[in-house]
């Protein structure tokens, strides 16, 4: 079996309670089509024409930068289908965090594999993600799909830390995190057991924008998105390839999709001046470079 195949049925188990009772069976299935797929009957040819025959794009951020708004969004244009974190990938996220040398091995042995099988029967001439789990990935996707269009979507970090901070980011027992901190060359390593979990969250956010700001090199803010049809359409249409009309975007705006409804922290104009300081030096340099101002 697979080494690809034997990891991913494990992280569709091991996340059972997060995925729906049916969609369960149907991943399932799928990850058996691809065990097969990678022995048998899909040459490497077939699944390369379909790629190169396609429009794909990639839009990566971390989690809580308006992903599902805007993946939901950009599907409602014609002949595209564009997917919100199609399955649960929290373990290859990890692992690659810890080892970028097995991003290679997941996308161009697995990940392009179950794209492929997933979507060839759609008649569709675009597909997307806008995906969270795919973010440390960034540079296999450029490697192994050189044609596909990748964007960085970032949100304010100050409002991204207040909802991670009411979520367990961070936290000793949360499944997305738990095997994320500070690597051997990461200037915050010796300060790690000291932080708190807010200058935790604090650093995620600057370290993983920071990453993917300087793989990609075409960053695009959340908030001018869902603010600016203008800017949505020459930052995201444009360079995608797609067509989404002003009032339609007006019309989706004005419906947010996966908002946190209970804050455990207020809003970043209240927070204290420890929170505001922490905030600044851990982050500022990078909210700096997204363009962001930080006027408390």
Known sequence: MSRYYREMLENLKMNAPQITKGLYPKWTILMK???????????????????????VFFILSI????TKFLSSLLNKAPNALVVHEPFIESIPHQDVFNDPRKAEEYIQKFRKKEIYLRVRNYDIETYGEVNSFLRRHCQALKHDLPKATLIHLVRDGRAVVRSMYSRNTMLPNDYNT???????????????HKMSRFEKLCWYWAVENKYLRECIGKTVQFEKLVTDYDYFKKNLLKPLKLDIPEEMWKSEVN???????????????EWDQKKKEAFERICGDEMKKCGYKLDW
């Open 33 to 55: 089509k691809i065990k097969v797929a990678m022995y048998f009957w899909v040459r490497e040819e077939e699944i390369n024409d379909w790629f190169n025959n396609k429009n």
């Open 63 to 66: 989690g809580r930068s308006g």
């Open 178 to 192: 738990k095997r994320i901190r500070p690597r051997e060359d990461d200037p915050w390593k010796d300060e790690w």
């Open 255 to 269: 419906k947010p999709k996966n908002v946190t409804t209970t804050y455990k922290l207020p809003h970043w104009k």
